[in-house]
């Protein structure tokens, strides 16, 4: 069994920054896929970055350039460094983690490729 626990949320105004992390408890394998995850009041759960045990790196097209997605294995911990906020960044963020050998591109940012979520943490920023 593994447990994800986010931290770091909060409120921030546009422009601003914060720094998201999901610490993993557990039985962790040494090849997964971890990413993060928002949901925003009405929409779908859409996938904002992921990351693989080799440091492959996905990001979706809405976040390129602003948000940097890193682990440290060592602390079993996974982090999204958010720069240039935008209120429609505004969300429960979400960490996954599921065991596979390889993840990039597309794939990595679907839903239903993860099993293990956390509970989230909000992100609220204001204009």
């Known amino acids: 069994q593994v447990q994800l626990v986010e931290s770091g949320g909060g409120s921030v105004e546009a422009g601003g920054s914060l720094r998201l992390s999901c610490a993993a408890f557990g039985s962790i394998y040494s090849t997964y896929c971890m990413g993060w995850f928002r949901q925003a009041p009405g929409k779908e759960r859409e996938g904002v970055a992921g990351?693989?045990?080799?440091?492959?790196?996905t990001y979706a097209d809405s976040v390129k350039g602003r948000f940097t997605i890193s682990q440290d294995n060592a602390k079993n911990t996974l982090y999204l460094q958010m720069n240039s906020l935008k209120p429609e960044d505004t969300a429960m963020y979400y960490c996954?983690?599921?065991?596979?050998?390889?993840?990039?591109?597309?794939?990595?940012?679907?839903?239903?490729?993860?099993?293990?979520w956390g509970q989230g943490t909000q992100v609220t920023v204001s204009s």
């Open positions: 990351i693989d045990s080799d440091g492959r790196t």
């Open positions: 996954v983690i599921d065991w596979y050998v390889y993840c990039s591109g597309s794939w990595s940012l679907r839903p239903d490729v993860y099993k293990h």
